[in-house]
Each structure stands twice: as structure tokens, then as C-alpha cells.
């Protein structure tokens, strides 16, 4: 038993890569039995993310297909395709993420799969809304980062068009397929219905992007032009101190005039350029300029310690290795060392949130291909003649043994 608010939940796990991996992840954390179901040739993520122990089992693999089991069905071949409407019979999720042609060319669109479990929840992640012209399109993170405006604002900022330098479009809508797909949960718990849900990547991050940079646009008719000029000046980021950088965000008046005190310009407290929000949103690339100055005469730890003392919200700033040393990450263990049975020893990131009554109790590690077919081919029903039959003419893909690291 898994423990975890989720459990008892069965959620069939058709995706790849990164968007539904992710979702599925949280899924299994808080205690779904989440079934990946993967083709011969395996989630492309397996391969796509870097270098392994062994063939199949990349880092960003592992980090994405923890407490998860493994079933490899070739869908193209009808006995396989059978094996996986009964697993779908006994499932109460069907997450998936390819192009919804995609799935209807498969056999597998929503209204043949309701009528394999009526009450299923039966949630697609992919490019773009089926409403518009771009539905058939094929889409990646970095195709969505660029069409949605996402590359645009790197432009505004610093000139030329880049792409945010992690799966930002994937990340964003696999959290919300999570929300989604434990509300239809919810809802499901109270009418016995389950429904259909579609996540579109493009007119997510869309949405992500303008509630922050549609400001003036808002208005009918417009009261000026897009983006938020105090998100997008180019003096936001890091600001050099004298060893290093430090990060430092003051927004309030409050917090404003301790910055102003700290650095030793108190009389920024009555220039009516600074002295209010509006009036620093107004001249905020002299306010940027001036907080820039002052902070590169003085080394990081020196002002981590004054802006503490000040209360002005401050933080270090760290590169990916400093991360690992991070000390409020140690404290909260963050990072911790698992055995893994085939790639021995890995650094495992634990789950971020808590739930005093939601989390599962036994920790799985990201399967093998084919791991745990024949387990879950018994547990829908299928015999030892049977299993061996569908293994034999191809239908189902059992995991080779493999000697442990």
C-alpha cells in the first residue's frame, strides 16, 4: 500500500518526456498507482537527456519516473492493443500527450475509450487548443516558448530572442494537468462522472505571459502598449556586489526606504521620484541604476548581513553547483542519496511540498523498460499461457534481467 491521499487512484500513463511525466510524478507521490505504458522502443526520454549508467536510463529520466510502474505494449499489434483496454478498464485516469490525431488513429479518442470505462478521466496534454488553426501543428517546449511571446520577452530585455534555458512550456502545463486532473478526481468522488480534459501548451503559457505583459493593452481602447517595464528593464537580475551578486527585491514603501537606509541614501526616502510605488514604477530605470551603484561597494555576505538586519528581502545568488552546498537546502534535504537496484547509487530531488496526510510511504525507483509487465498483465486478468503468448508474437515486452550497479 502506498499510503498518500491518492491512493487507490490507478492512472494508464501514455506520455513521454517531460509535460506528462512530470504530471504523472506528482501524481504518484502523493500515492496514485501511476502504470507507464510504453512502446518498444520506450519513452524518448529515456535517451534524450543525457548520459546513463545504463542504455534507457537517463538522469532527467530518473528524475521524472520515480514511484511508477512499467508496462511495454506494442499498441500497433492488436493483442497489445487489447492488453491496454484492460488495463484502461481498470483505470480511473488516462493522461496522454501526443497530438489528439494522434490518439484517434490509435483507437484511443475519448469517446471509444468512455465506452470502454464510462467514468474515466481522460486528459490530453498538447500543442494547441483544437478550436484554432494550429491544432494539427506538432509541438516542443521550445516551439511554445517561441510562439507564445515567451523568446519575445528575452528580446525586450536584452535585446535578441532566446528561450528560457529549462522546459518551461512542459514544466508549466504538467502542473497544470496535476491541478485539473485532482479537481476531475474530486468531482468524480461526489457524481460518479468522469470527463474529459485538454491541456493546451499554447494557449497556457499564453495566458502565463500576458496576465503579467499585457499592461496597457488591457484596456479598450488601449491606454498604451505591452509589457511591464519594471519586469523588463534590463537592469532586473542579479545585482553585482563587490565579490559576487546578491538578489534583492524591494517593492513595498516599507521595504524600499530600509533598502534606502541600508545603503546609505535615506534621503531616496523623499525624492519624489522614489518615495512611492508609482513613483518608482514611473522612474524605475533610475531607481534600478542607483540600487546597482550602491550595492557594488560592498561584498555579498556584508550586505546579506545588513539587509537582514534591515529586513529587506535579499538573497544569494547561486549557480547550479553552488546549489548542492546550498545551507537551507541541506537543512531541508532537498537532495538525498538513493540506491538505485540497476543504477546504483543517485542523487534523488525529494518532493518540494509537504502534506502532513498526503505523501506516499515506500519510495519506488524509475523502472526499467518493460519492468513490471508481466505483474500488471496478471493483475488485469491475464494468465501465464496468455502472458507468454502475447510476449512471444511481440503484443507485450517484458524487462531483460539486468545485474544490479
Not at 528581502?313 to 540497476?342: I, K, S, V, W
Not at 511540498?353 to 510511504?361: E, L, T
Request: glycine share 10%.
Amino acid at each position: 500500500m502506498s499510503g498518500g491521499c491518492l491512493e487507490g487512484v490507478r492512472i494508464v500513463d501514455l506520455t513521454s518526456v517531460v509535460v506528462g511525466p512530470l504530471a504523472t510524478q506528482i501524481l504518484a507521490d502523493h500515492g496514485a498507482d501511476v502504470i507507464k505504458v510504453e512502446g518498444p522502443a520506450g519513452d524518448i526520454g529515456r535517451y534524450l537527456a543525457g548520459k546513463g549508467r545504463n542504455p534507457g536510463m537517463s538522469p532527467k529520466y530518473l528524475h521524472l519516473n520515480r514511484n511508477k510502474r512499467a508496462i511495454c505494449l506494442d499498441l500497433k499489434r492488436p493483442a497489445g492493443h487489447a492488453a491496454l483496454g484492460k488495463l484502461i478498464e481498470s483505470a480511473d485516469v488516462l493522461l496522454w500527450n501526443v497530438r489528439p490525431a494522434s490518439m484517434s488513429r490509435l483507437g484511443l479518442d475519448y469517446d471509444t475509450v468512455r465506452r470502454i470505462k464510462p467514468d474515466i478521466i481522460y486528459c490530453g496534454m498538447f500543442g494547441f487548443g483544437q478550436q484554432g488553426r494550429y491544432r494539427d501543428m506538432p509541438a516542443y517546449d521550445s516551439i511554445i516558448q517561441g510562439v507564445s511571446g515567451v523568446a519575445d520577452l528575452n528580446r525586450r530585455m536584452t535585446g535578441a530572442p532566446a528561450y528560457v534555458p529549462y522546459v518551461l512550456a512542459d514544466r508549466t502545463a504538467g502542473l497544470i494537468a496535476v491541478q485539473l486532473i485532482a479537481m476531475a478526481l474530486y468531482h468524480k468522488a461526489r457524481t460518479g462522472e468522469g470527463q474529459r480534459i485538454e491541456v493546451p501548451m499554447y494557449e497556457n503559457m499564453v495566458t502565463q505571459v500576458m496576465t503579467e505583459h499585457m499592461y496597457q493593452r488591457s484596456f479598450v481602447p488601449p491606454l498604451g502598449e505591452t509589457g511591464d517595464p519594471r519586469v523588463l528593464d534590463s537592469d532586473n537580475r542579479p545585482i553585482r556586489t563587490l565579490d559576487g551578486y546578491i538578489c534583492i527585491s524591494a517593492n513595498t514603501d516599507g521595504q524600499a526606504h530600509a533598502l534606502f537606509d541600508a545603503i546609505g541614501m535615506p534621503e531616496l526616502k523623499s525624492d519624489p521620484r522614489f518615495r512611492s510605488v508609482a513613483a518608482r514604477f514611473k522612474h524605475v530605470r533610475e531607481y534600478f541604476r542607483i540600487r546597482g551603484e550602491a550595492i557594488a561597494r560592498r561584498s555579498t555576505t556584508e550586505w546579506m548581513e545588513i539587509f537582514r538586519v534591515a529586513d529587506v528581502p535579499a538573497a544569494p545568488y547561486n549557480t547550479l553547483e553552488m546549489l548542492f552546498d546550498d545551507p537551507h537546502l541541506r537543512d531541508a534535504g532537498l537532495f538525498q542519496e538513493r540506491e538505485h537496484p540497476t543504477e546504483g547509487t543517485i542523487l534523488e530531488i525529494q518532493p518540494a511540498n509537504s502534506m502532513s496526510a498526503g505523501m506516499r510511504k515506500d519510495w519506488l525507483p524509475a523502472p526499467r523498460l518493460g519492468q513490471h509487465t508481466e505483474e500488471i498483465l496478471v493483475e488485469i486478468g491475464y494468465g501465464d499461457d496468455a502472458i507468454e503468448r502475447l510476449i512471444e508474437e511481440g503484443a507485450a515486452h517484458g524487462c531483460p534481467a539486468a545485474e544490479p550497479s
